[in-house]
């Protein structure tokens, strides 16, 4: 069983940047792929970024070259660096993990989630 703990989201200005963190529980973290999906009021849940238990990076193309996930295995820790934010990218963003990276990046994520953290960019 993994606990997923989401930390960092605010309200910022377009252009700015913010942290989302996801802490978890469990032993096993570094033999777990971690992602992060977002959802907008009136959307549907969407994939943001996915990371594997070797570091391998995935994303969505709306946050390529603006968002950057990482992993701290000693600190149980994935991270979201979300740089230039837009006024689309305000969502409720969920951390996610599962044993199968593929089922991290799919359309329905892994089997954990987190509670979320509200990001909010204002124009």
């Known amino acids: 069983q993994v606990q997923l703990v989401e930390s960092g989201g605010g309200l910022v200005q377009a252009g700015g940047s913010l942290r989302l963190s996801c802490a978890a529980s469990?032993?096993?973290?570094?033999?777990?792929?971690m992602g992060w999906f977002r959802q907008a009021p009136g959307k549907e849940r969407e994939f943001v970024a996915a990371?594997?238990?070797?570091?391998?990076?995935y994303y969505a193309d709306s946050v390529k070259g603006r968002f950057t996930i990482s992993r701290d295995n000693a600190r149980n820790t994935v991270y979201l660096q979300m740089s230039r934010l837009k006024p689309e990218d305000t969502a409720v963003y969920y951390c996610?993990?599962?044993?199968?990276?593929?089922?991290?990046?799919?359309?329905?994520?892994?089997?954990?989630w987190g509670q979320g953290t509200q990001v909010t960019v204002s124009s």
């Open positions: 996610t993990a599962d044993p199968s990276l593929i089922d991290v990046r799919g359309r329905n994520g892994g089997a954990y």
């Open positions: 469990g032993r096993t973290f570094s033999s777990y792929a």
């Open positions: 990371i594997s238990w070797t570091g391998g990076t």
